[in-house]
């Protein structure tokens, strides 16, 4: 048995009415609500995670079609806090325009495409640096015992 799935489809001239309409129709936040109370935090400690497309950004378009519009993500975040919702973060993953442009961090990334975490009150995280600490630590360590991350010599 699987559980329901709803598909909202907008169209017009009104983006930020539209997703808002789109997260009525979906119950984006009754779901969100019962995620909640299933966590047994509150909304302080409760996290959102919002992981948009930021890393295709090379230069503005007008209307973005190869990156996720900022002003509906920054939107998305004014209704989270509006909600109550504290711990809020805006999650991406370097690729690789790193390998050939530099400055191409998430956090960067983020500042120049205009994404304004101060003033919407979100973190944004770079998953490529935040995932390779514990592997960075784990080669260290096994490098400090002469094994590797299989626990073979390296």
């Given at each position: 048995m699987s559980a329901e799935v709803k598909v909202s489809v907008q169209?017009?001239?009104h983006k930020?009415?539209?997703?808002?309409?789109?997260?009525?129709?979906?119950?984006?936040?009754d779901h969100l609500e019962a995620s909640l109370k299933a966590s047994g935090k509150g909304k302080a400690d409760f996290s959102v995670v919002v992981k948009?497309?930021?890393?295709?950004?090379?230069?503005?378009?007008t209307p973005p079609a190869t990156?996720?519009?900022?002003?509906?993500?920054?939107?998305l975040f004014d209704l989270l806090r509006g909600e109550g919702y504290e711990n809020l973060k805006l999650v991406e993953s370097q690729n690789v325009y790193g390998n050939w442009y530099q400055n191409?961090?998430?956090?960067?990334?983020?500042?120049?495409?205009?994404?304004?975490?101060d003033?919407?009150?979100?973190?944004?995280?770079?998953?490529?640096?935040?995932s390779a600490?514990?592997?960075?630590?784990?080669?260290?360590?096994g490098a400090l015992r002469g094994k590797g991350l299989a626990g073979r010599r390296l």
């Open positions: 169209k017009g001239d930020l009415e539209l997703l808002d309409e789109a997260l009525r129709l979906a119950d984006f936040f948009p497309n930021i890393m295709m950004f090379s230069h503005k378009e990156y996720t519009d900022m002003e509906l993500v920054e939107h191409r961090g998430v956090v960067n990334v983020a500042r120049i495409s205009d994404h304004r975490p003033l919407h009150g979100y973190e944004v995280v770079d998953l490529t640096e935040e600490l514990p592997v960075r630590r784990q080669v260290a360590e």
